[in-house]
């Protein structure tokens, strides 16, 4: 069974920089990761993705050229670099593991496989 967990957040001031962990255990060789985010009220959408190798990788609009996500297996753990940080940015961060789609435009989640962490909180103040 996998299990993900989150770690790194915090409070951070607009124009900051925060990177989030994440180690997975018991994820099978070639499981892409990734990272969601859900605001209160909001929907959890994903914010960055990474395959096995970190060939592929997936950002919405909103984070590009500001978020880079990359992993190291050796380690079991993915990391999330967070710079230029803005107050929509707020929002509760969730570790994913083993996903239903990655292409550099979809990710997406698996209702049956994707094992998710507890999330840890991320807040931007203005």
């Known amino acids: 069974q996998v299990q993900v967990e989150e770690s790194g957040g915090g409070l951070v001031q607009a124009g900051g920089s925060l990177r989030l962990s994440c180690t997975a255990s018991?994820?099978?060789?070639?499981?892409?990761m990734a990272w969601f985010r859900q605001a209160p009220g909001g929907e959890r959408e994903a914010v960055a993705c990474i395959d096995w190798h970190g060939y592929t990788t997936y950002y919405p609009n909103s984070v590009k050229g500001r978020f880079t996500v990359s992993r190291d297996n050796a380690k079991n753990t993915m990391y999330l670099q967070m710079n230029s940080l803005k107050p929509e940015d707020t929002a509760t961060y969730y570790c994913?593991?083993?996903?239903?789609?990655?292409?550099?435009?979809?990710?997406?989640?698996?209702?049956?496989?994707?094992?998710w962490g507890q999330g840890t909180q991320v807040t931007v103040s203005s």
């Open positions: 018991g994820l099978p060789f070639g499981k892409a």
């Open positions: 994913a593991a083993d996903l239903a789609i990655l292409t550099m435009f979809v990710c997406q989640a698996s209702q049956d496989r994707t094992a």
